[in-house]
């Protein structure tokens, strides 16, 4: 397996494919999940069905030599770090391919965290994904994807921002789920919402309507506590 690029992805990073669009959407090129090895040995992941996008960078790492051997899956991986005519430093893969390696993974018997990852290595015209947990082992062959991703980076707002606010990402999620759940629940049916700003400290104020009810929620925004202990403690406040 000369010139792979060996990449490390943890369970939670499963998540990414929820951003791609659905199988058969007719846009077969956002169908997929961009996997890059970039040069600051960060992995990027991204993802999007044209009209939502995620790109998430990852600086998770495992030494190689912690690696479990799998069998069918190339130990010399280990041992390439740089891309070669015969590698790539990016591939794309079928979203559902994706999904499916993490469905694949062994289940957690070992308490290592070496163990509760995907390996993946990725070739010229291939990505290589494998799993294991010692007792038994996953792996999947996919061929990469030969239609054009997006140019995601276009589509990221790189303007500075005329409001900042930060929330607890589960408190937000689950008043726009419960949101959803009361103005449409008839599956299919979508539900439009406004998010209200007033202040980078105020809560936000969600509002939306049906024929028969109508909604407002507020979410309080996130306050690190610890931030703001040591703000006061320079001040010399109680």
């Known amino acids: 397996m000369k010139g792979?690029?060996?990449i490390i992805l943890t369970p939670n990073l499963k998540a990414v494919a929820d951003f791609a669009a659905v199988e058969s959407s007719g846009r077969s090129n956002l169908e997929n999940?961009?996997?890059e090895k970039r040069d600051d040995a960060i992995t990027r992941l991204v993802a999007t069905d044209g009209r939502a996008l995620i790109q998430v960078d990852s600086a998770r790492r495992i030494d190689h030599g912690e690696l479990p051997v799998i069998p069918g899956f190339d130990a010399s991986v280990k041992n390439h770090s740089d891309a070669s005519s015969n590698g790539a430093s990016s591939a794309r893969i079928p979203?559902?391919?994706y999904r499916q390696a993490f469905k694949s993974m062994p289940g957690k018997t070992k308490h290592m965290p070496a163990l509760h990852c995907l390996q993946i290595a990725i070739e010229a015209?291939?990505?290589?994904l494998a799993s294991t947990n010692l007792d038994k082992h996953a792996?999947?062959?996919?061929k990469t994807s030969d239609d054009i991703f997006p140019q995601y980076k276009l589509s990221i707002p790189e303007k500075a921002p005329v409001l900042t606010v930060t929330f607890n990402a589960a408190m937000l999620a689950s008043a726009l789920n419960s949101i959803d759940a009361i103005i449409a629940p008839e599956r299919g049916k979508i539900t439009?919402?406004?998010l209200e700003f007033t202040g980078n400290n105020s809560p936000v104020k969600?509002?939306?309507q049906n024929e028969h009810e109508k909604v407002v929620a507020v979410v309080m925004p996130w306050i690190d506590k610890k931030a703001c202990e040591d703000a006061q403690a320079i001040k010399g406040e109680p």
């Not at 015209?125 to 290589?128: E, H, I, N, P, R």
């Open 4 to 6: 792979v690029f060996m």
């Open 33 to 35: 999940v961009l996997i």
């Open 95 to 97: 979203a559902k391919s």
């Open 125 to 128: 015209d291939q990505v290589v």
């Open 139 to 142: 792996v999947m062959s996919v």
């Open 192 to 194: 439009a919402c406004t």
């Open 206 to 208: 969600i509002t939306a």
